[in-house]
């Protein structure tokens, strides 16, 4: 499984990326307003730090608009994954942006229908917002396992990409179901290694560490 760090915040991405451990970022307007900062600046500055896509998304509702903001945003780095919206101009620009070697993301996706359409307009990668159906009520890890079926039913070889991850839970359970990708928020990302026998197990073993009074090398 394929970890991405969902944020905007600079300094998080740098911290995280030094772990080895990450293979991509996503942002969204809402992450962009959350860092008080140009977009094409701090774009600019995370795709020169991760090797691996950045999702920068479009804000044109419109397939005229879609293209040339996305052309923009195509042009900060090689990294750049343009991220669009399934809806029937969304998935035209998708569909067009991936013939012209783009890396796409279709976002907002919270329905099993929307991720069939996205395979067939070629996105490298569908991000089912698991939390945010969660939020009202519904068993959002539902729609991995639907997801899941479906593309490999037909061996589309776009990505699930579990977006909206809230909990260490979530991250557990699209790994379990299959899902290619999970993009995590920072401190949900970090609490990934938390567990208290861990700290526990280290506490003792440096106590009788000490008083072998020995040191390695
Ligand atoms: O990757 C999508 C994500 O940013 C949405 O998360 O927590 O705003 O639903 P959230």
Same mark, same amino acid.
């Given at each position: 499984?394929? +970890?991405?760090?969902?944020? @905007?915040?600079?300094?998080?991405?740098?911290?995280?990326?030094?772990?080895?451990?990450?293979? /991509?970022?996503?942002?969204?307007?809402s992450l962009i307003l959350k860092s008080g900062r140009d977009i094409t600046e701090v774009t600019r500055e995370i795709c020169g730090i991760v090797d691996g896509p950045v999702s920068a998304e479009v804000t044109a509702t419109d397939f005229d608009g879609m293209m040339?903001?996305?052309?923009?945003?195509?042009?900060?780095a090689d990294n750049i994954c343009i991220k669009l919206p399934p809806t029937m101009d969304g998935?035209?620009?998708?569909?067009?942006?991936?013939?012209?070697?783009?890396?796409?993301?279709?976002?907002?996706? +919270?329905?099993?229908?929307? @991720?069939?359409?996205?395979?067939?307009?070629?996105?490298?990668?569908?991000?089912?917002?698991? /939390?945010?159906?969660?939020?009202?009520?519904?068993?959002g890890m539902e729609l991995i396992?639907?997801?899941r079926i479906i593309y490999d039913n037909y061996d589309f070889q776009t990505e699930?990409?579990?977006?909206s991850i809230r909990t260490v839970n979530h991250v557990k359970e699209a790994a379990m179901i299959g899902a290619d990708v999970a993009t995590v928020p920072p401190a949900t990302l970090k609490a990934l290694v938390k567990h208290p026998l861990t700290d526990k197990g280290l506490d003792a073993f440096l106590a009788d560490w000490a008083k072998t009074g020995q040191k390695i090398g």
């Open positions: 499984m394929k +970890f991405f760090v969902d944020t @905007a915040d600079v300094d998080e991405i740098r911290e995280i990326n030094e772990t080895g451990l990450l293979d /991509g970022v996503t942002t969204n307007p040339r903001e996305a052309k923009v945003l195509a042009k900060i998935l035209k620009a998708c569909k067009k942006l991936t013939g012209d070697g783009h890396k796409t993301n279709v976002t907002l996706c +919270f329905s099993a229908n929307q @991720a069939l359409l996205a395979a067939k307009a070629g996105a490298t990668y569908i991000s089912p917002f698991i /939390g945010r159906i969660d939020d009202i009520g519904i068993e396992e639907e997801i699930i990409l579990a977006a």
